[in-house]
C-alpha cells in the first residue's frame, strides 16, 4: 500500500496523503486524551488530532496512526 501511495503522489508526507485521500484534519482540544481518533463525521473520513500535540514530533507518529485506520479499515486507498 506504502508504494502504490508514494508512486501515486509522489511522497511520503503523511499530511499529503491525507489530503490526496480526502480525509479531513482538525485539531482539537481532547484534554489529555485521547492524542488521535478516526471517524467518519457526517459520512466524511476524518482525523482528529490532539491540539496538546500540533507542530511536535508526536503529531507525526499519531497523524501516520490514524491515517492507517483510515487507510485500512475504510479502504481509502482503493
Known amino acids: 500500500m506504502v508504494e502504490d501511495l508514494y508512486e501515486e503522489i509522489g511522497t511520503l508526507d503523511r499530511f499529503a496523503i491525507i489530503d490526496h485521500a480526502g480525509i479531513d484534519l482538525h485539531y482539537v482540544d481532547f484534554g ?12 466524511n473520513p476524518t482525523i ?3 491540539k496538546s500535540i500540533e507542530n511536535s514530533p508526536q503529531e507525526y507518529f499519531v497523524a501516520s496512526h490514524e ?9 481509502i486507498a482503493s
Open 48 to 50: 482528529l488530532l490532539n
Open 67 to 75: 491515517l492507517h485506520h483510515a487507510l485500512e479499515h475504510e479502504e
Open 32 to 43: 489529555a486524551n485521547p492524542l488521535g481518533q478516526y471517524i467518519k463525521l457526517f459520512n
